[in-house]
């Protein structure tokens, strides 16, 4: 992936044979169990493969984390046939997944998104759902094949009233509206998704019909932690190549390396390169003990993405004009880092999630 990362998040390329490649390798489906075609990993496991990823090139682990991300429920809400069916081609990575629950004027308040299913069908007509409605931001549209779609089934009922769709590329009624233009990974496509009286079976619902708030919130509380993991990737990345070039650069007669004032900065990125690593694995290792996830998760994706934020904004500052060309890949790192302090879940709402938790 890095030596073609420069090129592709210049001309905004998503290259297909890299997902190909990971699933050759068994990532596609790493951290799911063996019980569906998974190879197993611990969340342990799986955070490590995301900082290496995520140190190489952001675009890409984003991408691989999304697709995961819109698995994981299946796993847990899914029925044996939902498995083999839906999950099948995702662990195999023949299908790419994507999970759709951002609308034009629902954000950080998911609760209030307005795409709507309704119930259709009974006695000779087949039943299912209607969708229509509109989905922005959705990471890996329009390339993905396999949407977790998130609708208002009953209105009445706020955040238990919606439900969970099962949704493939190619229904009838299901199109894509713009390509985000993105500050950063901008390898990773993005779009809109756009239902129009688009026809859902019944058995691509997933879990009963208002259990879609609650999927949505534990598939997020799991993909916090392998951003925050890509997010370490990404800080480590930037602190290393600005170590190298303050130990080569010289100026006023010696290495930059040898400035005090650099390097008590450098210290300073280390302490929060390792701060966020210990986090995000203490989450990790906290989901494969089976305890509940939810706080650590925010405080991990919050203070890995900060730290990422905070590491290469300064690798720029260190590296001078070079820092700040297109040409040498550190910009990148930090256009990279700022989209993960504002998805799956920005870090103000990380802040009331923590705060909740210490006030009630
Ligand atoms: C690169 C990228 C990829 C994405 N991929 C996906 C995807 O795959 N699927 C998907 O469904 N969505 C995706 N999103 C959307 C993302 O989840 C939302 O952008 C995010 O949840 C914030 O919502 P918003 O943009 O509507 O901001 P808003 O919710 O409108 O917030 C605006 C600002 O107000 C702050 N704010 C909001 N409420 C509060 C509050 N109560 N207290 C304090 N501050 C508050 C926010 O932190 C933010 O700074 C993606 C976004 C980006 C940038």
């Not at 596609?28 to 799911?32: Q, R, S, V, Y």
């Given at each position: 992936m890095a030596p073609t990362a420069i090129e592709r998040d210049e001309s905004e390329r998503f290259d297909r044979s890299i997902f190909a490649a990971m699933a050759e390798l068994g990532l596609?489906?790493?951290?799911?169990p063996e019980s569906v075609g998974g190879a197993g990993f611990s969340y342990l496991g799986w955070s490590l493969v995301m900082e290496e990823l995520g140190a190489a090139d952001m675009a890409t682990a984003v991408t691989l984390s999304v697709h995961i991300l819109s698995q994981f429920p299946v796993v847990t809400w899914g029925t044996p046939e939902q498995h083999e069916r839906w999950l099948g081609p995702m662990v195999a990575g023949s299908a790419l997944g994507a999970f759709a629950l951002t609308e034009p004027q629902a954000g950080s308040d998911?609760?209030?998104?307005?795409?709507r299913a309704e119930r259709v069908g009974g006695a000779d007509a087949p039943e299912g759902y209607r969708l229509t409605g509109t989905k922005i931001w959705i990471t890996n549209a329009p390339d993905a094949d396999r949407y977790l779609v998130f609708a208002v089934i009953d209105p009445t009922l706020g955040a238990n009233g919606i439900g969970a769709f099962l949704v493939e590329k190619g229904m009838a009624g299901f199109t894509f509206g713009a390509h985000e233009k993105k500050m950063?990974?901008?390898a990773c496509p993005a779009a809109e998704l756009v239902f129009e009286n688009c026809f859902v079976p019944?058995?691509?619902?997933?879990?009963?019909?208002?259990?879609g708030y609650r999927i949505a919130l534990s598939a997020l509380a799991e993909g916090r932690i392998s951003i925050a993991a890509a997010c370490v990737g990404l800080a480590r990345s930037a602190l290393d190549q600005a170590a190298v070039y303050l130990q080569q650069r010289k100026a006023f007669g010696d290495v930059l390396a040898d400035q005090q004032g650099l390097r008590f900065l450098v210290a300073e990125l280390a302490r929060d390169v390792e701060a966020a690593r210990a986090l995000t694995r203490q989450a990790a290792a906290m989901k494969d003990r089976g305890e509940q996830i939810g706080v650590a998760s925010s405080l991990a994706k919050w203070t890995a993405s900060d730290s990422a934020m905070r590491v290469a904004t300064e690798a720029v500052q260190l590296f001078g004009a070079s820092g700040y060309s297109?040409?040498?890949?550190i910009e990148r790192l930090m256009r990279d880092a700022k989209g993960a302090q504002i998805y799956e879940g920005t870090n103000q709402i990380h802040r009331l999630i923590v705060a909740a938790d210490v006030l009630g």
């Open positions: 596609t489906g790493a951290p799911l998911a609760a209030a998104i307005r795409t950063g990974i901008r019944v058995a691509n619902r997933l879990g009963a019909e208002g259990d297109r040409e040498t890949g």
